[in-house]
């Protein structure tokens, strides 16, 4: 496929990375089979053309542009999937360390979460509409532009960054970071003393220390946004 690229364009400029699959069941369902065939196609998929890609970017002491294809899923968590939520979020971490990897070849690395009304997520966002004459947030083709973006020599100080897009919005979106933290004096903590004081975190981070609904914290949702 890259020599392809290279043969018929004369060189590669930008990969994108948007092949996926998905096998939704709980944990206590989940076949192996759908567990490997879900992590396969996401991350396997993201790996062999980045990995080529960049080799050939190196060797060819070229600038390149990388598109990876997280989703909230990953990001925030989804009922039902643990292989293709699993997957996703590795492919945010997978962006994030090939950006620091690739920059000093001029090469970056970012990932994008979308939502959109297709064929497969027709039960999520809606019916799929046909009057042209009114702006259709969660049509797929609002997502393209961000794409060929960060594809371009404008988006060259822009790396290692997960972005998430629909309709006229674009999102930034936070890696895990530290919100809290409990220390122990240089004494190593013992079960009991966690007990005591593992609450802390949860009061200090205003994080509930149950199972949460991470997809309840989408800035935009069917419930919000009206479709045709």
């Known amino acids: 496929m890259l020599q392809r690229a290279v043969d018929r364009w004369g060189a590669l400029d930008a990969l994108v990375n948007n092949a996926g699959v998905l096998r939704d069941r709980t944990i206590v369902n989940m076949t192996p089979e759908e567990w490997d065939t879900v ?11 980045t990995h080529l890609a960049c ?3 190196k060797a060819e002491q070229r600038p390149g542009r990388i598109v990876c294809t997280s989703s909230t899923s990953g990001l925030l968590g989804n009922f039902g999937q643990t292989n293709y939520g699993t997957a996703k979020a590795g492919i945010a971490a997978f ?29 999520a966002y809606g019916s799929i509409g046909t009057d042209a004459d009114d702006f259709d947030f969660w049509h797929p083709d609002n997502v393209a532009p961000l794409v060929a973006y960060l594809c371009s020599d404008a988006a060259a100080h822009i790396s290692g960054k997960v972005f998430g897009i629909q309709g006229d919005a ?11 933290v409990i220390e122990n004096d240089d004494e190593r903590w013992t079960p009991e003393d966690l007990s005591d004081r593992i609450n ?14 991470g997809m309840a914290r989408l800035r935009y949702s069917i419930t919000t946004r009206a479709t045709l």
């Open 200 to 213: 802390d975190l949860f009061d200090e981070s205003n994080i509930e220390p149950g199972p949460e609904n």
């Open 95 to 123: 962006a994030q360390i090939v950006a620091m990897e690739m920059a000093r070849y001029g090469v970056t690395c970012n990932a994008i979460a979308p939502a959109a009304r297709t064929r497969m997520t027709e039960s």
């Open 39 to 49: 992590i396969r196609v996401h991350l396997r998929g993201h790996y062999a053309p």
């Open 170 to 180: 674009v999102e930034l979106y936070q890696p895990w970071t530290s919100v809290a």
């Open 55 to 57: 080799a050939y970017w």
